[in-house]
């Protein structure tokens, strides 16, 4: 069974910087430089478990009054389809209630996208390129 958290320890933070090093370095060839940045020490971070296997991660923090910025969301590639991602958002989208937010904004992946509209995600302006991946600007009103 899948246990999604929010990190409290440098352990489970260590997890989740793992499994994002999997998903964007290793697999997508990200810039280990582009993905490790000043906003990990103050976002609050997640994390998804089956038993003490790390699956899933992601990221909030602050963009603006009012507003976060979802980043960072990833799930192994054999665990995906299984909900996680789904999971990592729902506990993103309920802290950010609890922190005050009335918008989440993110950067979705192209290829991604049908995922952040099913959960009620809008897509707005041109795509871009970010990391060398296409990317579109997506929100949601909580």
Known sequence: MIE?????????????????????????GVD???EY??????????VAYDGDEAVGAARLRDLEDGVGKVERVAVLE??????IGRKLMAVLERRARADGF?????HSQIHAADFYTDLEYEQYGEAFEEAGIPHVKMRKML
């Open 4 to 28: 999604t958290r929010v990190v409290d320890s440098d352990a489970e933070r260590e997890d989740a910087l793992a499994v994002r090093h999997a998903v964007f370095v290793e697999e997508q």
């Open 32 to 34: 280990e430089d582009l």
């Open 37 to 46: 940045d000043e906003h990990d020490s103050d976002a609050v971070h997640v």
């Open 78 to 83: 054999p665990r995906r389809g299984e909900g």
């Open 102 to 106: 009335d918008e989440l904004k993110l």
